[in-house]
Structures are given as structure tokens and as C-alpha cells.
């Protein structure tokens, strides 16, 4: 039987890639959403992949999906922690609702998706745990200090949980993407990417979103039980870590 993959934030961008490279890979992928409904319905429909609607900064339902998730799935071998927003500003203009939002979502999400499933990966001897970062939250960035520091928060978790899992089977890692051509990135002006962007990246191109899904596929393999607590930087060699 195919091991259940939970892809939050997984019918857009970053998300629908590794939703969809994991059913290519052989497993059974579940996305999350909390956004444009139609829009999610229509990914899975397409990709043939089921779809939940919960928020993943309130524990309370994301308790309650997992719990419809493995009812009508199956247990959840694989979490891929992929859902993010981003409210930037400057930090004197920042307000306490930016901070807390991006810090709900971003980290207090992760928590809220892990806590749930850690128990039963304990109890199988087994699980796959994917949070994605960014670039950002290794670097750091301008304007953006709720987001780096939910995101380097990220990273902290992931060592710490990789320590308690190991023994249990349990592997937990990051990856951390750079400037990857999402629809939201695509939106940038083309000259603040020809002067601002494309220049600090030795590559000299934005990645794709299936460049980060390869990663996760490699990180969710039953063969990668020896890798934990690591962060893999996809980053086209604009931060090296």
C-alpha cells in the first residue's frame, strides 16, 4: 500500500509541484489549502489528488483534518510542511498583527501539523517529515523579519525533533529554496529581477518548483533514513550554508 503524503499548502506553487512529484513517485498525496476553493478543487480533480480545506495556524482544525485525512486515506506516513504567507514591511512599520500572522502560520503551523501525527510515526516505527524554510530564514532579509525568523524558527525545530525521532524511526529535515519562479515571484517586475535578483544568484535563473519537489521526493524515500536534521539549500548558490 502506497504511504500517505500530507502536503500542506499543496494545490499552488511550491506545494502542487511536490504534490504532484510525490503521486508520480509512488505515493498517495493529500493536499491542504485554505484559500480559493475552486481553484484547489480544480488541482485535485485534474491531478486526481484528494483536497482539505483547513487553516494551518489554528490546532484545533488542523487535529480535526488529520483525523478525516487518515480516516479516509490512511495513516500519514509523509508531512511536508509547505503552507506560508508573507505580510512584509519594515520593521518600525511592522505591526503586531503582521508579526503574529506570519508567525501563526509559518511556524506555530508547523507545530500545529506535527504535534497530531508524531504519535502514530512513534507507534509505526516510521515517518517522513519535510518542513520547507527559506533562504530568508538563513540569510536573513530586509523587510521581511517576521518571515525570516518564522522560517529560521523552522530550522530549530527541525533539529531538535530529528533528535526525538531518530530512535523512532522518524527523520525531520528542511529544505530551504531560494528566488523560485512561483506565480507570486513571476509577478515581479521584470527589471527588479534583471537588477535586483538574477544578478546575486550564480546560476543566473530563478529555480523551478519542481527543483524543490525532487528534493522532497529524495528527503520522503524510505531510503533516506540516514539523513536527519539536515537543511538542503536549493538556492542556485545565491546563499551557501
Known amino acids: 500500500m502506497a504511504r500517505v503524503a500530507l502536503v500542506t499548502g499543496g494545490t499552488r506553487g511550491i506545494g502542487a509541484a511536490i504534490s504532484i512529484a510525490l503521486k508520480e513517485a509512488g505515493y498517495s498525496p493529500v493536499a491542504t489549502f485554505s484559500g480559493n476553493e ?35 486515506i ?51 516505527g516510521f515517518g517522513r517529515i519535510v518542513n520547507i524554510s527559506s533562504i530568508n530564514g538563513q540569510k536573513g532579509q530586509m523587510g521581511q523579519a517576521n518571515y525570516a525568523a518564522a522560517k529560521a524558527g523552522a530550522i530549530g525545530l527541525t533539529k531538535s525533533l530529528a533528535q526525538e525521532g531518530a530512535a523512532k524511526g522518524i527523520t525531520v529535515n528542511v529544505v ?37 519537489a ?10 533516506a533514513g540516514f539523513i536527519t536534521g539536515s537543511t538542503f539549500t536549493a538556492n ?3 546563499y551557501m550554508a
Not at 100 to 111: E, K, R
Open 74 to 124: 490512511g495513516p500519514v506516513d509523509v508531512l511536508v510542511n509547505n503552507a506560508g504567507v508573507t505580510q512584509d514591511a519594515m520593521f518600525h512599520k511592522m505591526t503586531p498583527e503582521q508579526w503574529s500572522t506570519v508567525m501563526g502560520v509559518n511556524l506555530t503551523g508547523f507545530f500545529n501539523m506535527i504535534h497530531p501525527v508524531w504519535p502514530g510515526m512513534r507507534e509505526r
Open 38 to 72: 475552486e481553484k484547489a478543487n480544480a488541482f485535485g480533480k485534474e491531478h486526481d489528488i484528494p483536497v482539505y480545506k483547513w487553516d494551518v495556524g489554528d490546532y484545533d482544525a488542523c487535529k480535526e483534518g488529520i483525523a478525516r485525512v487518515e480516516a479516509d
Open 236 to 238: 542556485g548558490g545565491q
Open 176 to 212: 530551504a529554496p531560494g528566488y523560485i519562479g512561483t506565480e507570486m515571484v513571476r509577478a515581479v517586475p521584470q527589471e527588479v529581477l534583471d537588477k535586483r535578483i538574477l544578478p546575486y544568484i550564480p546560476v543566473g535563473r530563478l529555480g523551478e518548483p519542481e527543483e524543490i
Open 214 to 223: 525532487r528534493c522532497v521526493v529524495f528527503l520522503a524515500a524510505d531510503e
